[in-house]
């Protein structure tokens, strides 16, 4: 099946910033939604953020809007997330998450819309 590797995670201060990028194999990327969702120890899965497959729309939770922008290279399979203005809440682990997708207008951000998850990477803020 499709597979998702996470980087890019570690140690900011508060009022840092982040970039995440998740890797995926499989030469049909392009026809995949792609999103980010986070977990706290003791917490539900908690939704980003999720691009639709050719790039052209996305959409954030409220926690993420103005600070967190998604992204994605579909010539490197790859989706990114850029954090900024960082806050000690952020702190998570960070899955990245992928669907098929019939249609580029469509986006997901319920947990049970993705078919496959990454192995998550740790983001941890400090104050």
């Known amino acids: 099946q499709v597979q998702l590797v996470e980087s890019g995670g570690g140690l900011v201060q508060a009022g840092g910033s982040l970039r995440l990028s998740c890797t995926a194999s499989g030469r049909t990327f392009s026809n995949y939604a792609m999103g980010w969702f986070r977990q706290t120890s003791g917490k539900e899965r908690e939704f980003v953020a999720t691009i639709t497959s050719s790039g052209t729309v996305t959409s954030y939770a409220d926690s993420a809007k103005d600070r967190f922008t998604i992204s994605r290279n579909n010539a490197k399979t790859t989706v990114y997330l850029q954090m900024n203005s960082l806050k000690p809440e952020d702190t998570a682990v960070y899955y990245c998450?992928?669907?098929?997708?019939?249609?580029?207008?469509?986006?997901?951000?319920?947990?049970?819309?993705?078919?496959?998850w990454g192995q998550g990477t740790q983001v941890t803020v400090s104050s």
């Open positions: 998450v992928a669907t098929p997708a019939d249609s580029d207008r469509r986006v997901y951000v319920r947990a049970i819309s993705y078919d496959y």
